[in-house]
């Protein structure tokens, strides 16, 4: 592997002198105009983010997502436009109110977000705030008995000071070359890391089960973020046997910070909350949403190309970038393909995935109920069908290139590919290295090629990724008719090509 990493800046030139990949430029540049002079990218924006609201798995706003992708897949022309089960997700949940303010020693609201699956408080509460600070079991006994109808408040971790570089970043032409170098080796986790980490996290568990059974009326929480963002965290909640918790606020960390300061100077602080919830146990499936372009050649038409991103999203926002930007480009993709009147070859799979945020569940079982499981590589026939799967999920940016996941092969043909598109990008970067984190992976770990594009990180990492900010104001929409554009050209040129795209050797497993 490191032999084959120090070789990419010569690949890499190779790809300009040897790339001989046949391209239909006429039909690339009708795509070029469907999608950059046509673009309906802000209305399909406007469903799945301002209208549908947040789209938490198997929650009512999901539900409208789906519905609305499914009906607007096929008024366009797709066909079996249909969500399509999974395996079992868990239960739905729903925020029904949520309200917090500081009542003394003066009025002030706050910014907070009802911890995902978490309960209802015993209706509104009221009282003061008593900031606990527990490390170990051993602490647990400072408080027993103590806390019945209390509100407990943890303080934040992490620096909220003032930030010095900007929220949002383009690549720069030097970090685009870093790209194509090998990646400096990462420092393994010991063994006594990893240990410590899953006691840490068990003991958040035990934790949370000594506050419930105390009985205490309202849990604050001071997490990640600053300047009014906040960072959302992931329960487990979901899970159809999750026991009953205390109801729980993720707040932001200043206002967490402020009672903090003044509890910590002799001045009390109370605080008045309501949060009420409702979860759904009626349907425990997941749901995937997916539909298709028949290919045109008869010959050709088993074999597939897929396109997707995943539709669920976190609920303190709307899901703009995470990944509503996404599955916005991946239907626009589409969208231009049917209005170009093209007709490609392979038959053409959009997928609009369920349950990412909780482990990438959606994509992995789909994989898995087509093509093939990735823990004994017992593949199906449809695995060898499937030419290429491409993903969008890193937010609203606008693509630089490309991951190839160590596929050599492929990187002459993207490079002719990128092309066409030369007055939409600039420092197209054509990578080897893996990326992670997202729906390409269950495809890729079963020997179908499966790639997600380079993108300008523009806010993900500062503002948007998980946080109540990730609204329609964070989406870039030129960017976003720019990546939907240079999709359906790939996504066109695979379908249209001679032979499947290449792919990697499986290692056989006993």
């Known amino acids: ?41 802000e209305q399909i924006a406007f469903e799945l983010v301002d209208k549908a609201g947040p789209r938490l798995s198997n929650s009512k706003g999901y539900e409208r997502a789906a519905t609305y992708a499914i009906n607007q897949l096929t008024e366009w022309g797709l066909e079996g436009a249909q969500k399509e089960a999974w395996g079992e997700f868990g239960r739905g949940w729903e925020v029904n109110k949520s309200y917090v303010a500081m009542t003394k020693p003066y009025y002030m609201p706050f910014i907070a977000i009802p911890k995902a699956w978490t309960e209802s408080t015993e209706g509104p509460v009221s009282g003061k705030v008593l900031f606990v600070e527990i490390n170990n079991e051993e602490d647990f006994e400072k408080y027993r008995g103590k806390l019945e109808g209390a509100i407990v408040a943890f303080k934040p971790r992490g620096d909220q000071s003032p930030t010095f570089k900007a929220d949002a970043l383009r690549y720069t032409e030097e970090d685009l070359n870093e790209m194509t170098e090998p990646r400096a080796e990462r420092r393994q986790w010991t063994e006594d890391e990893i240990a410590a980490f899953r006691k840490r996290r068990a003991f958040s568990q035990t934790l949370n089960t000594f506050l419930t059974e105390e009985g205490v009326a309202l849990i604050i929480k001071g997490v990640g973020g600053r300047h009014g963002t906040l960072f959302t965290s992931s329960p487990r909640g979901y899970k159809k046997d999750t026991p009953r918790g205390a109801s729980e606020l993720e707040m932001a960390p200043e206002h967490v910070n402020l009672m903090a300061r003044l509890v910590e100077n002799g001045v009390d602080v109370a605080v008045e909350a309501e949060v009420k919830t409702t979860f ?36 303190g926002g709307t899901g703009a970038t995470d990944n509503g930007a996404g599955c916005i480009v991946m239907m626009e993709a589409v969208r231009i393909l049917k209005a170009t009147g093209l007709q490609p ?32 590589m017992a593949l199906k026939p449809e695995q060898s069908k499937i030419s290429a799967y491409y993903n969008i999920d890193n937010g609203t940016g606008r693509i630089r290139g490309i991951y190839l996941q160590g596929n050599e092969e492929v990187g002459p043909i993207f490079k002719d590919w990128f092309g066409p598109f030369d007055d939409i990008m600039d420092n197209t970067t054509i990578t ?29 990492w500062s503002r948007t990724h998980h946080t109540n900010m990730d609204t ?8 976003l008719k720019q990546i939907a554009t240079i999709v359906a050209g790939f996504v066109y040129n695979t379908a249209m090509r001679d032979e499947m795209l290449p792919r990697e050797k499986l290692e056989k497993t006993e």
Request: cysteine-free; aromatic content about 8%.
């Open 472 to 479: 329609y104001e964070r989406l870039v929409i030129d960017d």
């Open 280 to 315: 759904d146990t009626e349907d425990l499936q997941g749901y995937n949403v997916v539909a298709e372009i028949a290919g045109s050649d008869p010959s050709l038409k088993s074999e597939v190309v897929m396109l997707g991103g995943h539709l669920d999203s976190w609920h």
């Open 1 to 41: 592997m490191k032999f084959r990493l120090l070789l990419i800046p010569v690949l890499l030139l190779a790809f300009i002198v040897k790339g001989q990949e046949s391209v239909d430029t006429e039909a690339i540049e009708k795509i070029k105009k469907e999608g950059l002079e046509n673009s309906q990218v």
């Open 345 to 376: 070859k392979r038959t053409v799979r959009i997928a609009l995935w369920g349950g990412e945020e909780q482990g990438i569940f959606g994509s992995r079982n789909y994989v898995k109920n087509h093509f093939g499981d990735a823990e004994t």
């Open 432 to 460: 080897l290295r893996n990326t992670g984190g997202t729906d390409h992976l269950g495809f890729d770990a079963i020997g179908i090629p499966g790639f997600q594009f380079i993108q300008d990180p523009v806010e993900y």
